[in-house]
């Protein structure tokens, strides 16, 4: 199985901000976990502040892997974009995760233009949320 995991914005500094929030442990070493503990998938990680360089990613990564697991930050609030390049690529599943409890949090969070073009959405169980989301695929192979 291919799996793509796509950050956005802000994911690079997990580990340093608002560790109330977040966790303490980087995003960076949590994925290296993960490729220790799921040997037999194959991981492609991108992470960008950028919306465009996540849109080119979508597009890149979408014709190659089994699926992608998104966690677009503050674009998942906002970027129509992003949720366009998700229809537009053939991967046959998509799940869109978060750290934090969306729900938990200041109104404008709950809103996701991304949930309706995916699987489903896991959020608020810190960086444990990828490996939900990578079992979850695991289970539907």
Do not use: W
Not at 97 to 109: C, F, K, P, Q
């Amino acid at each position: 199985m291919k799996i793509s995991i796509i950050n956005g914005p802000n994911l690079n500094l997990v580990g340093l901000r608002e560790p109330e929030i977040y966790g303490h442990n980087s995003l960076n070493s949590y994925l290296e976990e993960l490729v220790f503990q799921f040997e037999d998938i194959e991981f492609y990680f991108f992470q960008s502040n950028i919306e465009g360089e996540i849109i080119d990613e979508i597009q890149k990564q979408g014709f190659i892997v089994d699926a992608i697991i998104i966690n677009a930050g503050a674009y998942t609030h906002t970027s129509i974009a992003i949720a366009d390049a998700l229809k537009s690529v053939p991967v046959k599943h998509i799940i869109e995760v978060h750290l934090s409890n969306v729900y938990a949090r200041e109104i404008y969070r709950q809103q996701s233009f991304i949930a309706p073009v995916c699987k489903g959405v896991i959020s608020g169980f810190g960086l444990t949320s990828y490996k939900l989301a990578i079992q979850y695929l695991l289970e539907i192979q």
